[in-house]
């Protein structure tokens, strides 16, 4: 099946920095990744939508300036947090699928972020 | 109106029982439905999908879809321990997958 792989597993930060997570499709391509972000008990919430070769779209209320997602190749996407606060500490899961939408994603192991 | 609502639970049951998992959605055009499992820290892992009205089985998990309320249920039959955590119902729209709030299940041995 197909695996997406996720790093750091987990990043502790200072406030102000930048911080780039990676999220990789290791078995298939893909042109298509998205990026969610999960607050303790809370559900997932899509952030954006990473294209291969284009411009990320973002969702509505997610700051593009500072939620940097490039999507260089059809195996890797990059999220970087930009001038990190704490209030940015999260859960950060990406999702691929060589399947297609209609069929469900998989989501890599996330990245547990904490702005310190 | 939220796009995915769930009961947020918690739910809980006694082992050997059958769990059922609730979810409505608001856009009728979606055509896929997913139940995801989640664990403490951990990222979801898909458990079913459904795409037509009606049942769907798969092991100990039924998926049930009814397009015309906008509804999809989850049924755990023969709950174990192992099956303790939080269930999202998401909804593909556009390409784009929509998580409800999620439930949270416990099972009591």
């Known amino acids: 099946g197909a695996v997406v792989s996720q790093h750091p597993s987990w990043v502790i930060c200072k406030s102000g920095t930048s911080v780039k997570i990676e999220c990789r499709s290791l078995d298939f391509q893909a042109t298509t990744m998205f990026w969610y972000r999960q607050f303790p008990k809370q559900s997932l919430m899509l952030m954006a939508t990473?294209?291969?070769?284009?411009?990320?779209?973002?969702e509505q209320g997610v700051e593009k300036d500072k939620f940097l997602i490039n999507h260089a190749s059809l195996t890797l996407s990059t999220l970087t947090v930009t001038s990190a606060h704490p209030e940015d500490s999260s859960f950060y899961i990406c999702s691929a699928d060589n399947d297609g939408p209609f069929y469900g994603y998989t989501f890599g192991s996330g990245t547990r972020l904490t702005v310190v | 109106q939220k796009e995915v609502e769930q009961n947020s639970g918690p739910l809980s049951v006694p082992e050997g029982a059958i769990a059922s998992l609730n979810c409505t959605y608001s856009?009728?055009?979606?055509?896929?439905f997913f139940w995801y499992r989640q664990y403490s820290g951990k990222s979801p892992e898909l458990i079913m999908s459904?795409?037509?009205?009606g049942d769907k089985e798969d092991g100990r998990f039924t998926a049930q879809l009814n397009k015309a309320s906008q509804y999809v249920s989850l049924l755990i039959r023969d709950s174990q321990p192992s099956d303790s955590a939080t269930y999202l119902c998401?909804?593909?729209?556009?390409?784009?997958?929509?998580f409800g709030q999620g439930t949270e299940l416990s099972v009591k041995p």
């Open positions: 459904i795409y037509s009205n």
């Open positions: 856009d009728r055009v979606s055509q896929s």
């Open positions: 990473s294209n291969e070769g284009s411009k990320a779209t973002y």
């Open positions: 998401a909804v593909n729209q556009g390409g784009k997958l929509i």
